[in-house]
């Protein structure tokens, strides 16, 4: 299915993004061990033009993501983004096989929330942060408030 998008979007020059989210594992396996070549590569095999980034700062992140989307708005055709980075966490319940030491220090390194934040003031962080608990306690609400949809054949248990 990947590779059939990726010929399909090149070949008809389609205004597509596709972000590769590397977070180095496929489950519980390391990329090392699992994948031969680069993912880069795959997207130059269809003649994609493809970046690649290995960083988690949000504010190194944002420039080549702008300048990518313009590209791909400006008709330059389908464009990859490939965003190294780190999972912080199991895949699923109970199949992390790392070492949870070697976790920690990759969060401690590695957390966009903290890369950022040390760029901030606390004032800014603060800030930021109660303006994104409002966000989510306000969607939240309107969930809640809105009327369960009486038209799907099933009854509300809430």
């Known amino acids: 299915m990947v590779y ?9 020059k389609l ?24 993912i880069i590569n795959r997207f130059a095999a269809f003649d994609v033009p493809a970046e690649e980034l290995d960083t988690s700062d949000v504010t190194e992140i944002g420039p080549v993501a702008e300048k990518v989307i313009d590209q791909v708005r400006q008709g330059g055709g389908p464009r990859g983004l490939i965003l190294n980075t780190h999972r912080f966490a199991a895949h699923s319940k109970g199949d992390d096989t790392r070492d949870r030491e070697a976790v920690a220090l990759t969060r401690e390194k590695f957390d966009p929330l903290k890369i950022l934040a040390a760029k901030m003031s606390s004032a800014d962080v603060d800030r930021e942060s109660d303006a994104a608990v409002k966000l989510i306690d306000e969607a939240f609400d309107q969930a809640f408030a809105d009327p369960f949809p009486t038209d799907l054949g099933i009854e509300a248990t809430v």
């Open 15 to 38: 205004p597509l993004l596709i972000v590769v989210e590397n977070n180095r594992f496929a489950q519980t396996t390391p990329i090392e061990i699992a994948l031969s070549g680069k």
């Open 4 to 12: 059939e998008s990726l010929n399909i979007a090149s070949l008809w």
